[in-house]
């Protein structure tokens, strides 16, 4: 899987687990709406400094965010 697929879906699904919208995020981060829907479906790639706020917006470490274990078990 690609980086930017692997980090999209971390992302959905840790926000998720946080019961979040993204618009909350949007609140939460100052990233539009947009671009977490973007960055959820895998069509963005984020820097290092995208990936550290939005770790800061959901409470969570960054390394989550590129953690392939929290991948989705269907697809290996």
Known sequence: M??????GR??????????LTQE???ERSGFSQQYLSSLERGRRNPTV?????LS???GVSHVDL?????????EH
């Open 66 to 74: 590129v953690r392939p274990d929290l991948e989705d078990p269907t």
């Open 2 to 7: 690609d980086m930017r697929k692997l980090v």
């Open 49 to 53: 400094i995208t990936l550290y706020e």
């Open 56 to 58: 800061l917006a959901l």
């Open 10 to 19: 971390n992302f959905a699904r840790l926000r998720r687990d946080q019961g």
């Open 24 to 26: 909350q995020v949007e």
